[in-house]
């Protein structure tokens, strides 16, 4: 370096004064590159030129969610989920310390069993089944036994909600409630003819029948008992599914129904019916008719006034009027100042952060 450095003041000399400025500006650079390598931080010209531009989907004005750099996490590494409060719980691969980060304020590390922890649906990483509930038999015999609105008595169910009684019910076979809480809607069974225990008892006799003839007479009595047990339960209608809610002016008809199940996530604060092929309310009218590449989405979301929707697959949030956006995730619809808004996040290679961004919806 010391003889390309000479060599350079020789032709400066040689040539006159004209040349020197443009000679010891670039001797100057070449002094500067080379105390960048000694000292290990690269020139601002080099930080700008490393730095990853931001992602397509960033906004102008987004908000901090989780700064990365004080918190001392890395993205690629970060594992993120969602609780139905809005709060996001981060946390590296296979480290067993967990951020709790809502409304821009982060708490922790915390621990694994750390009561704040409780309703992020957290995977078992040992690969081992959860029991720490202890209620594993509880979950076989009664699916709703985690549900605060559903009580077993026998083999019936009861809803009781609001201060209401609703039942009881031979089965319960879908329950949603809105995210405020004061709306619920669910699709009972008034009379089952075969209860889940009498079902696994008639299988066992069947099972342990010695001949061909004594499990077709016991086939023949089960039958019997069942036909039985629907008359007495109100009849062949009564098996069949029926909406119970307390939301006013629903007329549900099973008979116009094309299948479809109950959902509280396509639109804000309210249970709508997503079918394979479009959205309908809870009296069976249509709302929106779903393009193809909505149909089997991740997630789904109608606007206010169901004019539109969006739908959201592997970081892609498309739109029905065709615009799309890329790189982001975590799509959930959020309420601010009376303002719907389809809320998503994105990492910002810039801030090393997690920011979020809002759109009206």
Not at 39 to 44: F, H, L, W, Y
Not at 143 to 154: D, E, F, L, Q, V
Not at 258 to 278: E, T, V, W
Request: charged residues 30%; neutral net charge.
């Amino acid at each position: 370096m010391k003889k390309y450095l000479l060599f350079l003041v020789a032709i400066c000399i040689f040539l006159g004064n004209p040349l020197n400025a443009q000679i010891n500006r670039l001797m100057n650079k070449v002094t500067k590159s080379v105390a960048d390598k000694i000292d290990g931080k690269p020139s601002e010209s080099t930080k700008e030129t490393n730095k990853e531009p931001e992602p397509k989907c960033a906004c102008e004005k987004p908000e901090l969610v989780a700064d990365l750099g004080k918190m001392k996490l890395m993205y690629s590494e970060l594992s993120i989920l969602l609780n139905d409060e809005g709060a996001i719980l981060l946390s590296e691969r296979y480290s067993d310390k967990f951020y709790i980060v809502k409304d821009g304020v982060s708490e922790g590390p915390v621990k694994e069993g750390d009561p704040r922890l409780a309703g992020f649906n957290i995977p078992d990483r040992s690969g081992a089944p959860d029991n720490s509930n202890g209620d594993d038999e509880d979950a076989e015999t009664n699916r709703w036994a985690k549900n605060p609105y559903i009580t077993k008595t026998g083999e019936k169910y009861t809803i009781k909600f609001a201060g209401k009684s609703y039942g009881p019910y031979g089965d319960i076979r879908e329950f949603k409630v809105s995210r405020s809480k004061d709306k619920f809607a669910a699709m009972v069974v008034e009379n089952v003819p075969v209860t889940q225990a009498e079902g696994k008892k008639m299988d066992e006799a069947i099972k342990n029948a010695k001949t061909e003839e004594e499990k077709q007479e016991l086939a023949m009595q089960y039958s019997q008992q069942m036909m039985k047990k629907m008359q007495e339960g109100g009849g062949p209608m009564s098996t069949l599914p029926k909406l119970v809610t307390n939301i006013e002016g629903v007329s549900y008809d099973m008979m116009k129904s094309r299948g479809g199940s109950l959902n509280n996530d396509i639109k804000y604060d309210d249970i709508l019916i997503r079918s394979y092929d479009k959205v309908s309310d809870l009296s069976n009218n249509q709302l929106l008719e779903l393009s193809n590449d909505a149909r089997s989405s991740e997630h789904l979301f109608v606007n206010t006034d169901n004019t539109k929707y969006a739908w959201y697959n592997s970081g892609t949030l498309s739109f029905s009027d065709n615009k799309v956006m890329s790189d982001l995730f975590n799509p959930h619809l959020l309420k601010t100042n009376n303002q719907v808004n389809i809320a998503y996040m994105y990492f910002s290679p810039k801030s090393n952060a997690i920011m979020q961004c809002k759109i009206p919806w």
